[in-house]
């Protein structure tokens, strides 16, 4: 089973990449901001509890988080490769992950960082918010104080990888068609 973890600052294009990689290499994608959304438009219990994080363009709770994955992983214990997009966003959950893969003898293989300057993101997050309907989206002080929590505390996940010797980067800038192809050729020395 091949796990990759798709890493990158908000807006960077990790959930549109994913869905092509999800069709070429018939991978199981999750996507936790995508479960949370969808917790908080139910208005489950889980939801609530994690709304007015996500408005202020916080990080949710690391144990949410994690319940969430591991859920997600003993779902899809068949699956021919995994992508986790989104997760994990803090060195706390980068080691319950290799804890909560290692326990079912399954591991990370690659993490893939797609780097994008800042000042593309926001623009890049304005143009989705458009038409995303995202509230994170919408607003130019939420969707900077999410950049900066990334910088704060998510990219040093980059350093937990680069340390275990997973760690790859490629340049996110460029046509969709140009950044797939720089991600399927980390990714075919994988598999
Ligand atoms: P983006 O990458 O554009 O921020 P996501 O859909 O990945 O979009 O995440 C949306 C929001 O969901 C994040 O701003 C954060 O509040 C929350 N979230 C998603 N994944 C995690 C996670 N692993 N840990 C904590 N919060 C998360």
Do not use: W
């Not at 458009?130 to 999410?146: K, L």
């Amino acid at each position: 089973m091949l796990n990759i973890v798709l890493f990158g600052a908000p807006g960077c294009g990790k959930g549109t990449q994913a869905a092509k990689l999800v069709e070429k290499y018939n991978l199981n994608h999750i996507s936790t901001g995508a479960v949370i959304r969808s917790e908080i438009s139910a208005q489950t219990e889980l939801g609530k509890s994690m709304e007015a994080y996500i408005s202020r363009g916080e990080l949710a709770p690391d144990s949410l988080v994690i319940d969430i994955v591991t859920d997600y992983i003993d779902r899809h214990r068949d699956a021919n490769g995994n992508i986790f997009d989104g997760f994990p966003r803090t060195t706390p959950q980068a080691e319950a992950f290799d804890q909560i893969l290692s326990t079912r003898s399954l591991k990370v293989d690659v993490m893939i960082y797609m780097d994008v300057p800042t000042e593309e993101l926001v623009q890049r997050i304005l143009l989705r918010g458009q038409s995303s309907g995202r509230a994170d989206d919408a607003n130019e002080d939420v969707i900077r104080n999410r950049i900066q929590i990334y910088n704060e505390q998510t990219a040093i996940v980059a350093d937990y990888y680069s340390a275990q010797g997973k760690y790859e980067a490629v340049n996110g800038v460029g046509s969709l068609d140009e950044v797939f192809d720089r991600i399927c050729n980390v990714i075919e020395k994988y598999l």
